[in-house]
């Protein structure tokens, strides 16, 4: 992300601070007008995203429907916006308010784009709204959520659950809730991508590892690990993790405590 890196230098201390506040409480005032109106669902057509509206005057739809609710049951409806609330501030605080503000941005253009292919069919906010659950259960995948307060469950596990119900809306959803899914999560692979794939590089190392200590006796067991700096291997501390930097010549492996900060090699040794 040099682009963003350079905007942030530039514009750091722009930026709309706890915007997920400022979305919870217009969805909260939009959720109390349509239930002290006598046709509720008569108030929300006014504030969905129909880009054909859009296009006949109507310009307010392009904001507005980042108003509306997600639920009209009120138990569910607190505690949507409590978890939102809960990971778009522990985002902001991760990310600072100028990086969250652009994430949030780039899955509200691609929503906004990829509704205009399909100009007469309302255009919902939740998948955009459930890029921030994603984005948060990729940092903190051991996070114990409590469902209503009770039931606990690792997050990862609901993304898992989250990711799964994609892949089937992408197989047999319509076409318009299909780009939905995938403008919903482009803030989402532009902002871990780089972390995606080096997690997938320690995974084949791992399968490696597994396969080699598989493979030999223990007499012949040979570190498959170690670290440059201090020479610990997977064998001495077989609960160490290893990276391997691809910025040093030689691709040399560094233990996790040596990784942060080190001085990259310039020549192979």
Request: hydrophobic share 50%; aromatic share 16%; proline share 5%.
């Amino acid at each position: 992300m040099r682009i963003l890196n350079k905007l942030e230098r530039k514009f750091g201390n722009g930026g709309i601070p706890n915007v997920t506040l400022a979305l919870i409480l217009a969805q909260v005032a939009v959720y109390i007008i349509s239930k002290t109106n006598q046709n509720p669902e008569e108030v929300m057509k006014a504030f969905y995203l129909v880009p054909s509206l859009v296009l006949q005057g109507q310009i307010w739809r392009l904001l507005s429907f980042l108003a509306v609710p997600p639920v009209t049951n009120p138990i569910f409806a607190f505690f949507f916006w409590y978890l939102f609330y809960l990971m778009g501030n522990s985002l902001e605080q991760f990310w600072g308010t100028f990086r969250y503000n652009i994430f949030l941005l780039i899955g509200y253009l691609a929503t906004v784009g990829a509704s205009f292919l399909f100009p007469n069919v309302p255009a919902s906010n939740g998948f955009l709204q459930g890029s921030v659950f994603l984005a948060f259960a990729f940092l903190n995948p051991d996070f114990m959520l409590y469902i209503f307060f009770i039931l606990p469950v690792k997050i990862k596990w609901l993304a898992l659950i989250t990711w799964i119900s994609y892949a089937y809306i992408l197989i047999f959803g319509e076409w318009n809730t299909r780009l939905l899914v995938i403008a919903s999560i482009c803030n989402y692979l532009l902002f871990f991508w780089s972390d995606i794939k080096d997690r997938i590089r320690t995974g084949k190392r791992h399968m490696a590892s597994q396969t080699t200590r598989f493979s030999q006796t223990k007499s012949e067991k040979l570190p498959f690990h170690r670290c440059v700096v201090c020479g610990v291997t997977d064998l001495s501390d077989p609960d160490m993790d290893f990276r391997y930097c691809t910025q040093c010549a030689g691709t040399p492996g560094y233990c996790i405590e040596h990784l942060e900060g080190h001085e990259h090699i310039l020549t192979a040794s």
